[in-house]
């Protein structure tokens, strides 16, 4: 309407309803912002979970193959008879093991190659002994794994990750796993912990852990009796 000079002007009713419009557009660019806001961090969560699970699981892998193996990393020897760890390995540069097409335990990296073969997790200190290696998938390190000897003393084993010297306070022998005869074995008691590793080799923080117990004869390990 226009008043008596023929200036245009708004009734109340009418002003108020452009304010009503503006502020819808207000909300609705708002709410555009957010939806937006909201799908990004929908796909940077999809992604860091994504990563997280791809970590466990490549630590998850390394330990089962600690397990399922853990007869040939306890004597340092594949199915082939070759040692599997050699004297002088540097704890940042750790074997490469992967399992091979014919179920023998192979290097990738031969560490022996014609050097002396490391004394066999079975007869190292407990104090001091340890076994740790890269498991290698698809060629490429995936898990550091660590193995060492469970004892009735917390000790941190030197060279290995604070991850893998947080183990339990128990005696290392026990009594024989089922099936064998109490009268002529012993358990002996390790920790198997493994440590997801990234694109770059470097450990995160996915670490999954499990005690494993190998049957041995007892006339050959009395002398840790009460460690």
Same mark, same amino acid.
Do not use: W
């Given at each position: 309407?226009?008043?008596? +000079? *023929?200036? +245009?002007?708004? +009734?109340?009713?009418?002003?108020?309803?452009?304010?009503?419009?503006?502020?819808? =557009?207000?909300?609705?660019?708002?709410?555009? =912002?957010?939806?937006?806001?909201?799908?990004?961090? *929908?796909?940077?969560?999809?992604?860091?979970?994504?990563?997280?699970?791809?970590?466990?699981?490549?630590? %998850?892998?390394?330990?089962?193959?600690?397990?399922?193996?853990?007869?040939?990393?306890?004597?340092?020897?594949?199915?082939?008879?070759?040692? =599997?760890?050699?004297?002088?390995?540097?704890?940042?540069?750790?074997?490469?093991?992967?399992?091979?097409?014919?179920?023998?335990?192979?290097?990738?990296?031969?560490?022996?190659?014609?050097?002396?073969?490391?004394?066999?997790?079975?007869? $190292?200190?407990?104090?001091? *002994?340890?076994?740790?290696?890269?498991?290698?998938?698809?060629?490429?390190?995936? &898990?550091?794994? %660590?193995?060492?000897?469970?004892?009735?003393? $917390?000790?941190?084993?030197?060279?290995?990750?604070?991850?893998?010297?947080?183990?339990?306070? $128990?005696?290392?022998?026990?009594? &024989?796993?089922?099936?064998?005869?109490?009268?002529?074995?012993?358990?002996?008691?390790?920790?198997?912990?493994?440590?997801? =590793?990234?694109?770059? *080799?470097?450990?995160?923080?996915?670490?999954?852990?499990?005690?494993?117990?190998?049957?041995?004869?007892?006339?050959?390990?009395?002398?840790?009796?009460?460690?």
């Amino acid at each position: 309407m226009q008043d008596s +000079k *023929g200036h +245009k002007v708004f +009734k109340q009713d009418e002003g108020y309803m452009l304010l009503v419009v503006v502020m819808i =557009l207000v909300v609705l660019t708002s709410l555009g =912002l957010y939806q937006l806001t909201a799908t990004s961090i *929908g796909i940077m969560s999809s992604a860091t979970e994504k990563r997280d699970n791809t970590f466990l699981a490549n630590a %998850e892998q390394g330990l089962k193959f600690a397990i399922v193996n853990f007869a040939a990393l306890y004597n340092n020897t594949d199915n082939s008879g070759g040692g =599997l760890f050699c004297d002088g390995a540097d704890i940042s540069d750790p074997v490469h093991l992967s399992m091979g097409t014919s179920g023998v335990i192979v290097s990738e990296n031969n560490p022996c190659g014609g050097s002396t073969a490391a004394t066999p997790l079975r007869d $190292q200190s407990l104090a001091a *002994g340890c076994v740790f290696f890269d498991y290698v998938a698809d060629g490429e390190p995936v &898990a550091l794994v %660590e193995i060492r000897a469970i004892m009735n003393s $917390q000790v941190s084993v030197p060279g290995l990750t604070t991850a893998a010297n947080d183990v339990p306070v $128990q005696l290392h022998l026990s009594f &024989a796993p089922q099936g064998y005869s109490v009268d002529r074995y012993k358990s002996r008691n390790y920790c198997i912990t493994s440590t997801a =590793l990234d694109p770059d *080799g470097n450990p995160v923080s996915h670490i999954v852990q499990a005690g494993v117990v190998m049957p041995v004869e007892k006339n050959t390990v009395n002398f840790l009796i009460g460690q």
